[in-house]
C-alpha cells in the first residue's frame, strides 16, 4: 500500500491535514517498531505524553463550561472521558489500528485491537495536531471526534457518564436472562485499505440489530446501538 496515499486517507477521516508530515509519521510509530529499526527510529511515547496532557485539558475545559459546578461530578466526568477504554474506542473508531507501525511480534499478538496501544496511538496523534496547529487544532479535533460524548448532558447541566452500547446491550440481556449477545460479522464494502464492516448482533437466532463502521469493532457498537433502541422502543409500546 503506498505510504503518501495512506497518510492522505487517514487525514482525511480525522478531518486534519499536517504541515509537518513526520509528525504524523511518528505518531504512528509504536516502540515496538521503532527499535527494531536501523539505526532505531523515534517512536509515538514522547506525542501520546503530550497528547495526554492535552486531552485532559480540552475536555476539562468543556466540562466546566457547559455543566453544573458540582466537582466531583466534573471530576467523575473527565475521568470516564479520558480513560484507556474511551480513548482507545475513539481510535477504533477512525480506524487508527489499521495505520499503526508495529513490530512482527506486536502485530502477530493483535497489537492493533489492543487498547493500551490504541489509546496512546490516539493520544499521539493529538499530541502531534498540537504540535503542528496548535490548541485550537487540537480542541477542534477532539470535538470532531467526541462530540457525541462531550454532549453527554440533559439540558439541566447533569452529566451522564458515557457508556459503550456492547456493555449496555449486555447488561439488559443478562438481567432479561436472555444470555450473552453474539455479534457476527456479515462482510465489508470498499477498497481493501479502507473497508466498511458490517456485523449483526443476535440473540438466539433472531438479529437485533445491524451496524457499519470503519473496524469490526465499531460496527459491532452500531449493531448494539441498534439493538439497545430497538429494545428500547419495544418496551415503550409495551408500556403504552
Known amino acids: 500500500m503506498d505510504g503518501l496515499r495512506t497518510t492522505a486517507t487517514l487525514q482525511d477521516r480525522i478531518g486534519y491535514r499536517f504541515d509537518d508530515l513526520s509528525l504524523l509519521e511518528r505518531a504512528l510509530a509504536h516502540r515496538s517498531w521503532a527499535h527494531d529499526q536501523h539505526p532505531p527510529a523515534l517512536d509515538n511515547e514522547r506525542l501520546e505524553f503530550l497528547g495526554d496532557a492535552v486531552v485532559g485539558l480540552v475536555v476539562a475545559e468543556h466540562l466546566f463550561r457547559n455543566f453544573g459546578d458540582d466537582e466531583g461530578r466534573l471530576t467523575r466526568a473527565r475521568s470516564d472521558l479520558v480513560r484507556r477504554e474511551t480513548l482507545a474506542q475513539q481510535a477504533r473508531t477512525l480506524g487508527l489500528g489499521e495505520w499503526l507501525r508495529l513490530s512482527r511480534g506486536e502485530e502477530s499478538s493483535g497489537g492493533r485491537d489492543k487498547d493500551s496501544?490504541?489509546?496512546?496511538?490516539?493520544?499521539?496523534?493529538?499530541?502531534?495536531?498540537?504540535?503542528d496547529g496548535g490548541l485550537d487544532a487540537a480542541k477542534a479535533f477532539i470535538e470532531r471526534v467526541m462530540g457525541e460524548e462531550l454532549g453527554l448532558g440533559d439540558g439541566g447541566g447533569?452529566?451522564?457518564?458515557?457508556?459503550?452500547p456492547r456493555t449496555l446491550l449486555q447488561e439488559v440481556m443478562q438481567a432479561g436472562g436472555s444470555g450473552m449477545p453474539d455479534y457476527r460479522v456479515l462482510g465489508s464494502d470498499g477498497p481493501p485499505h479502507d473497508p466498511v464492516w458490517t456485523v449483526a448482533v443476535l440473540q438466539a437466532s433472531e438479529v437485533l440489530g445491524t451496524g457499519s463502521g470503519r473496524s469490526k469493532q465499531e460496527a459491532a457498537r452500531m449493531a448494539a446501538r441498534e439493538a439497545m433502541s430497538s429494545l428500547e422502543a419495544g418496551e415503550g409500546r409495551g408500556a403504552g
Not at 447533569?158 to 459503550?164: A, L, Q, T
Request: negative net charge; hydrophobic residues 45%.
Open 117 to 131: 496501544i490504541l489509546c496512546d496511538a490516539f493520544e499521539a496523534l493529538l499530541g502531534a495536531i498540537y504540535c
Open 158 to 164: 447533569e452529566i451522564h457518564s458515557p457508556r459503550d
